[in-house]
């Protein structure tokens, strides 16, 4: 069976060869949607033409997107790829253990990382989950090699169980969803400028894992709206109903 809608990111690189050897590895593994996100060079060059061989049409129709935000906007599973374990990150998981997200999503990404440096934690925050292909000591893969390799596990998972039909949230929705959070954590003074992002980073990391659908998404938003009007009516009545929780419940982080 074909990886029918899965998209293969790829994040700023920077040679067309890797490229076209990316596209050629999609084809080999029956992916299609080749995705840019700021790329530093021509991915129609002839020498990524060339190295892509029966996969240049995967180049032609290539997208690109100026963010990678922008890039999984309509995607609700994205995975991103690592060499690296970081220390700041949730440890990134070997990628058959994520078989059971592919098969629960109609729309996965891919997100693979420039070739001298990797993702970036800001990129890799975007991602419900990182997998890191298990190697020996040196553990940094040509990027097309890892295209291959781990397009090649969710195939594997894809042809194990039929897609769900269930409508997970797309990452724009979820990204949206976030927005909200941060914004109405700021509001009930939850969390600060200083401690803002790694309470979210956090909060992201434990609401990815549920594997949320468009319609919880919006429950979930409901939620924060009927906090965020609680709270400005008790200001324009000068009243607040009930006690903040202690300062050692909130602080996660
Ligand atoms: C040449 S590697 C970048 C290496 C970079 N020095 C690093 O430490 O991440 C280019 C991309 O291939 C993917 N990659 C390379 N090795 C990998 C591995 N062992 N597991 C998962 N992805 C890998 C990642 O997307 C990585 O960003």
């Avoid at 401690?195 to 979210?200: F, G, I, V, Y």
Wanted: hydrophobic residues 45%; proline residues 6%; contains cysteine.
């Amino acid at each position: 069976m074909p990886l029918v809608n899965l998209a293969v990111v790829l994040v700023s690189p920077k040679t067309p060869g890797n490229i076209g050897s990316a596209a050629r590895a999609m084809l080999n593994m029956g992916a299609r949607d080749l995705r840019l996100v700021a790329p530093r060079c021509d991915h129609l060059d002839s020498q990524a033409v060339a190295m892509a061989v029966h996969a240049a049409d995967l180049l032609r129709e290539a997208r690109v997107y100026p963010t990678l935000r922008e890039a999984l906007a309509d995607r609700d599973l994205s995975v991103g790829t690592s060499a690296r374990i970081r220390a700041d990150l949730p440890a990134p998981r070997h990628p058959a253990q994520v078989r059971p997200l592919v098969r629960a999503a109609s729309a996965p990404a891919l997100v693979f990382g420039p070739e001298e440096t990797g993702l970036v934690n800001s990129d890799l925050e975007q991602c419900q989950v990182t997998v890191r292909v298990p190697t020996g000591d040196y553990a940094s893969l040509n990027l097309a090699q890892a295209v291959l390799l781990v397009c090649y596990e969710f195939l594997q998972a894809q042809d194990e169980v039929p897609a769900s039909e269930r409508k997970t949230a797309t990452r724009e929705e979820m990204e949206a969803m976030y927005g909200h959070l941060h914004q109405t954590m700021h509001l009930i003074g939850y969390t600060d400028a200083v401690r803002a992002r790694h309470t979210l980073r956090l909060w992201r990391a434990m609401l990815d894992r549920a594997l949320m659908s468009s319609a919880e998404s919006r429950l979930f938003r409901g939620l924060l709206r009927q906090v965020e009007w609680k709270v400005r009516d008790a200001a324009r009545c000068g009243t607040v109903e009930g006690k903040a929780a202690p300062a050692d419940e909130t602080a996660l982080d």
